[in-house]
Structures are given as C-alpha cells and as structure tokens.
C-alpha cells in the first residue's frame, strides 16, 4: 500500500558531498515526521536527522553542521543533503516515514530499503 524509495547513495571520497532522497507513494492520507537513520554491521540504527510536516529539524550531534534535512511535501519527498563527509558515515542509510494512510485513523510507521553510502580514498 505504501512504499518509500531511496536513491542517492553511492561511494565518496573523504570530504565529499551525496544527497539522498526518498520518495513516499502509495494511498498515503497525510505524512507526519520523516527522517533518516543509518545501520553499520553488528550495530544498532541510529537516528542521523528527522523533520516535521511543519519543518522543524533535529540532528544526531554527529552530523550537525554537515548535513541537512529538508522535504518536498507536495512530492510526499524527503531529502538529505550530506557535505563534509567522513570514513564513520559510511552506513546504509534508512528513510522513515509516520503517516496516515486513507481509511485509516492510525499513524503508521514506514521504512524504505535502505541506500548505502561509502565514504573512501
């Protein structure tokens, strides 16, 4: 019923800058908050940046800085611009989206397949 696509991801050099996207289709009513994390082997998913239907952001202290978040919700789009990118950012990246789908009153939580990003000389 509902499906969240990402693209971007790919292999950088130190430095660098990627920008992932992730688009939500499907019988989608209303998007609430999205958000990236990202998962490395043998580790949990951490959260990297979420933001708000209305805008507002947070970032893992990690990233702050460096990466933005930002949306498209005419498009039902997330975005993740990463500038100054470092060998510990290499991870498989994860859109996340709460939202409502019609006939539906429950948020409901929707993850895409993940995209991986490699930072490397």
């Known amino acids: 019923q509902v499906q969240l696509v990402e693209s971007g991801g790919g292999l950088v050099q130190p430095g660098g800058s990627l920008r992932l996207s992730c688009a939500a289709s499907g019988v989608i009513f209303s998007i609430n908050d999205m958000g990236w994390y990202r998962q490395v082997p043998e580790k949990e998913r951490e959260l990297v940046a979420t933001i708000t239907s209305s805008g507002s952001t947070n970032y893992a202290d990690s990233v702050k800085g460096r990466f933005t978040i930002s949306r498209n919700n005419a498009k039902n789009t997330v975005y993740l611009q990463m500038n100054s990118l470092k060998p510990e950012d290499t991870a498989v990246y994860y859109c996340?989206?709460?939202?409502?789908?019609?006939?539906?009153?429950?948020?409901?939580?929707?993850w895409g397949q993940g995209t991986l990003v490699t930072v490397s000389s």
């Open positions: 996340n989206a709460d939202l409502v789908i019609y006939g539906s009153v429950k948020t409901l939580e929707f």
